[in-house]
């Protein structure tokens, strides 16, 4: 009877562990492309959640099957169960299990926000570079930047974003930052709370009025990507987005030349226009809706 035990759990336990590593694995997938150098570090997590998700659902289901198929009472056996008022050993075990794993989880989501080199300490948060990462989707950098290249101003207000690049006098509503080069944004809110968010890069920092939030990346990947607010900041906060452009040194400095060059005018803006089509409908909302703020007066918008 053991023996034919041993026979079933092990090439089991063997099989789930796989499946389990290779569902893991297929959570690669079913994320945007890693376009920033800390998001392979947040995938990874992700992935192990997944793996070790997998193996506990699929090894309950198959303690439940091999219970039903070997355990099933004889037929027409209406007869109760053996009496059983407890086990000790088990108590501890379903105990103690949980626990361990939860502390595992804990210090692998640890590990990880440690290589991304988190610092909770005011006035903000920054996020670096981490030493010796592979980069994914892109050439590895030569070096790790022991300063950010670019210093770049955020503004996000209700309800449109704004960057300014100090150092060439550009504004713009796109946020254009150069491949593999680290970048600190310093972010600023000019009313409510928002939220800085780029699903392709993994990041995301809510932006406190009042306060300025240094919040550090490296882009890996060129392309074009989305930012958003993650905060639910009113009425028409899910118009509150922009377009993020990772490119090349020469085609970066190409482009704030370029921008340079344009005198600043009044940038489009959804939110004020769908507010203004509001305010000229005969319909009258029963809640009170902020007006946007002005439109940004950029060199730059698309």
Same mark, same amino acid.
């Given at each position: 009877?053991?023996?034919?035990?041993f026979?079933i759990?092990i090439?089991?336990?063997?099989a789930?562990?796989?499946?389990s590593?290779?569902?893991?694995?297929?959570?690669?997938?079913?994320l945007?492309p890693?376009?920033?150098?800390e998001?392979?570090?947040?995938d990874d997590?992700?992935?192990?959640?997944?793996?070790?998700?997998?193996?506990?659902?699929?090894?309950v289901?198959?303690v439940?099957?091999?219970?039903?198929?070997f355990?099933r009472?004889?037929?027409? &056996?209406?007869?109760d169960?053996?009496?059983? $008022?407890?086990?000790l050993?088990?108590?501890?075990?379903?105990?103690?299990?949980?626990?361990?794993?939860?502390?595992?989880?804990?210090?692998?989501?640890?590990q990880?926000?440690q290589q991304?080199?988190?610092?909770s300490?005011?006035?903000?948060?920054?996020?670096?570079?981490p030493?010796?990462?592979?980069?994914?989707?892109?050439?590895?950098?030569? /070096?790790?930047?022991?300063?950010?290249?670019? $210093?770049?101003?955020?503004?996000?207000?209700?309800w449109?974003?704004?960057?300014?690049?100090p150092?060439?006098?550009?504004?713009s509503?796109e946020?254009?930052?150069?491949?593999?080069?680290?970048?600190?944004l310093?972010?600023?809110?000019?009313?409510v709370l928002?939220?800085?968010?780029?699903?392709?890069?993994?990041l995301?920092?809510?932006?406190?009025?009042?306060?300025?939030i240094?919040? /550090?990346?490296?882009p890996?990947?060129?392309?074009?990507?989305?930012?958003?607010?993650?905060?639910?900041?009113?009425?028409?906060?899910a118009?509150m987005?922009?377009?993020v452009?990772? $490119?090349?040194r020469?085609?970066?400095?190409?482009?704030?030349?370029?921008?340079?060059?344009?005198?600043?005018?009044?940038a489009?803006?959804?939110?004020?226009?769908?507010?203004?089509?509001?305010?000229k409908n &005969?319909?009258?909302?029963?809640?009170?809706?902020?007006?946007?703020?002005?439109?940004?007066?950029?060199?730059?918008?698309?």
């Amino acid at each position: 009877m053991k023996i034919r035990h041993f026979l079933i759990w092990i090439p089991l336990g063997i099989a789930i562990t796989a499946i389990s590593m290779w569902i893991g694995q297929q959570t690669y997938s079913w994320l945007p492309p890693e376009a920033a150098a800390e998001s392979r570090l947040i995938d990874d997590t992700i992935s192990f959640l997944v793996t070790l998700g997998a193996f506990i659902f699929l090894g309950v289901t198959a303690v439940m099957m091999y219970s039903v198929i070997f355990h099933r009472a004889a037929a027409n &056996d209406y007869s109760d169960g053996p009496h059983i $008022e407890g086990n000790l050993t088990l108590e501890i075990v379903w105990t103690v299990l949980p626990v361990l794993v939860v502390f595992w989880i804990a210090g692998y989501s640890y590990q990880a926000y440690q290589q991304m080199g988190i610092r909770s300490a005011m006035p903000g948060m920054h996020l670096h570079m981490p030493m010796g990462m592979e980069t994914a989707y892109a050439e590895p950098l030569a /070096e790790t930047v022991a300063e950010p290249t670019e $210093e770049i101003e955020v503004d996000a207000k209700q309800w449109a974003w704004v960057f300014r690049y100090p150092k060439s006098n550009v504004t713009s509503t796109e946020l254009h930052l150069p491949v593999n080069e680290r970048v600190r944004l310093a972010l600023q809110s000019e009313d409510v709370l928002h939220g800085f968010y780029i699903p392709a890069f993994r990041l995301k920092q809510d932006i406190v009025p009042k306060e300025t939030i240094d919040f /550090e990346l490296t882009p890996i990947r060129p392309g074009k990507y989305r930012l958003t607010d993650s905060q639910y900041s009113g009425t028409y906060f899910a118009t509150m987005q922009a377009d993020v452009v990772v $490119e090349s040194r020469e085609d970066y400095q190409s482009w704030l030349a370029q921008a340079a060059k344009q005198k600043p005018t009044v940038a489009e803006n959804q939110a004020a226009n769908e507010y203004a089509v509001a305010a000229k409908n &005969d319909f009258r909302n029963t809640w009170v809706t902020v007006a946007p703020a002005d439109s940004p007066l950029v060199n730059y918008h698309n």
